[in-house]
């Protein structure tokens, strides 16, 4: 299986500042046949089933505040909030669907300092 | 757009069946794959499967001697069945479209006790 590792674990950041969350996988998730790194991220708050930020590492779902961004190739990736609002206190995991059985990271917590 | 409900008891006794329905709407059921995944309380989250709307289905390793899935184009849904439950199977058991997973149901939340 791919092991999905974020960092850091959980993280407080103050409003209107940028929060930086890493994810690691333990092979490479770019498939050379079409250039895409099959990675997502996705943002859970209590109660509520995860929602899709960004797929292909870097694409950004519909919807989506142009304040979240994705970066990264191959086994590191990044997400990142360019200046962190209230409504961005939640839970954030990374996941790769290159192969299966897909896999997520641990999570990261992210709390408004 | 498409909506997803998970459907099925709360409460299931130890060493029995779950089942879980997935009801798709404000689309068609063909040509995706539909996947389950599953959050014990307090942790994170784990891929089960999938299935294509074909019935080619594709399995967790860790569970795939206790996993089935199915699926019912006629009825636009899909199911999860996984046998001889424990505690450690009580989750909340979310069904979601694609490998990408751009929509979830609501989450079901599932306990394992007598």
């Known amino acids: 299986d791919i092991v999905m590792t974020q960092s850091p674990d959980s993280l407080a950041v103050s409003l209107g500042e940028r929060a930086t969350i890493n994810c690691k996988s333990s092979?490479?998730?770019?498939?050379?046949?079409?250039?895409?790194?099959?990675l997502g991220w996705f943002q859970q708050k209590a109660g509520q089933p995860p929602k899709l930020l960004i797929y292909?590492?870097?694409t950004r779902e519909s919807g989506v505040p142009d304040r979240f961004s994705g970066s990264g190739s191959g086994t590191d990736f990044t997400l990142t909030i360019s200046s962190l609002q209230p409504e961005d206190a939640a839970l954030y995991y990374c996941q790769q669907y290159y192969m299966t059985p897909y896999t997520f990271g641990q999570g990261t917590r992210l709390e408004i300092k | 757009q498409v909506q997803l409900q998970e459907s099925g008891p709360g409460v299931v006794n130890p060493s029995e069946t779950l089942s879980l329905t997935c009801t798709v709407s404000?689309?068609?059921?063909?040509?995706?794959?539909w996947t389950w995944v599953r959050q014990p309380p307090g942790k994170g989250l784990e891929w089960i499967g999938h299935i294509y709307s074909s019935g080619t289905t594709d399995y967790n390793p860790a569970l795939k001697s206790r996993v089935t899935m199915s699926v019912d184009t006629s009825k636009n849904h899909f199911s999860l069945k996984l046998s001889s439950v424990t505690a450690a199977d009580t989750a909340v058991y979310y069904c979601a479209r694609g490998s990408k997973l751009d929509s979830w149901g609501q989450g079901s939340l599932v306990t394992v006790s007598s």
């Open positions: 404000g689309g068609s059921i063909n040509f995706y794959y």
């Open positions: 292909w590492a870097s």
């Open positions: 092979q490479s998730v770019l498939y050379s046949s079409d250039n895409k790194n099959y």
